[in-house]
Each structure stands twice: as C-alpha cells, then as structure tokens.
C-alpha cells in the first residue's frame, strides 16, 4: 500500500531534472529579457546622444556664423568710419588753411580811410561766412545733423547738457524749459556728437 505513494529513483530524478531545467529555462529567459532591454535602453541611449550632439553642434555653428557676421560688419563699420573721418578730417583741413589767409587777411584800421575799412572789413565779414557755410555743408554730407530739445520734455542726460535752471509756468519739475543751443548728432538718432544745451525748470 505504501508502495503506491512512493517515487522511484528514476521518477525522482526526472522530477529533479524537470524542475532544474524550467528554472535554467526562466534564467535564460530574464537573461535575454534583461539583455534586450539594455540593447533597447542603449540604442535610446545613443539616439538621444546622437540629437543632443546634432543640436549642440547646429547651435554652435550658428554661433560662428552670427560672430563671423558681426565681426564682418564691425569691420565694415570701422573702416568706413575711417574713410569718413579721413575725409572730413582733409576738408577741415582744407577749411582751416583759408582761415588762416582770411586771418591774415583781417582789415587794419590804420592803414585806410573810414569807407575804406567798412568795405574792407564787410568783405572780410563775408569771407569768413562762406567758411561757415563750408564748414555746415561738410557736417551735411558727413551725416551729422542738427536737433532741438522738445520743450517740456524730461530732461535727459543723454540728449541734454543742462547749463542752467529756469522756471516755467505750467511745467513740472526736471523737464527741459529752454534750448540755449542745440544739439549734433550723427545719422543714428542714439549716436550724439554733441548734447543740446538746455536750460531745465526746478
């Protein structure tokens, strides 16, 4: 009767065998499991490292490109302000020498009669206004230009020298109440030569 219930070594052994290979076969199982998973996290891996490497390196050569643009516009921007400042610099120049011969020029009082000396010192008069001109007409063709100072406007340090204070009726404090002179500026609004002067109420 007991013999029903008991296992032959050869049954054991099959049991044993059985079982050792179901669990060698899960082995292999999580082993290829784990190992395709690595694959697959390795190959995001690589394909996020290859888009992070793609996108830095696009990033950096825009980089150089928009250096290498700037620089080349710098470079541009020097050199014509070299022409430019060579060539107003030649009618200065220019300007100044027939100054000089106008100064040398100056009528004497002495020398002449009294409607001798107002011909002579009227045409003086008017040598020196043709200089004037010259000189304007230069700054024209430079591209530096007059402005005025809005009146009423807040005073700015940028755009205003303030020479003096004022009171006006109507008007607050720290705005400009008058122009003594006006300002010079170059073909960008932002790039003041010479501030306005202004008088600015208290």
Not at 19 to 48: A, C, M, Y
Not at 161 to 180: A, K, Q
Request: a negative charge; hydrophobic letters at 35%; aromatic letters at 6%.
């Amino acid at each position: 009767m007991n013999d029903d219930f008991t296992t032959s070594p050869a049954e054991a052994s099959r049991e044993t065998h059985t079982l050792g290979s179901s669990t060698l076969f899960k082995l292999i199982t999580h082993v290829i499991q784990l190992t395709e998973r690595n694959d697959r996290q390795h190959r995001e891996f690589d394909k996020e490292l290859r888009r992070h490497r793609e996108a830095i390196q696009a990033s950096f050569n825009n980089f150089a490109a928009e250096t290498q643009r700037a620089y080349q516009q710098l470079r541009q921007e020097v050199h014509g302000e070299k022409r430019v400042s060579l060539a107003l610099l030649n009618e200065l120049l220019d300007i100044s020498q027939e100054l000089e011969q106008i100064k040398a020029s100056r009528p004497r009082g002495e020398e002449s009669s009294g409607q001798d000396v107002l011909g002579a010192f009227n045409g003086w008069a008017d040598a020196i206004e043709v200089q004037l001109r010259k000189v304007q007409s230069a700054l024209t063709r430079h591209g530096v230009h007059p402005y005025h100072a809005v009146l009423g406007s807040p005073y700015n340090p940028a755009l205003h020298e303030r020479v003096g204070s004022c009171t006006r009726e109507g008007m607050g404090p720290l705005l400009v109440g008058e122009e003594v002179e006006q300002g010079l500026a170059s073909q960008q609004p932002e790039f003041v030569l010479r501030r306005a002067r202004v008088l600015v109420t208290t």
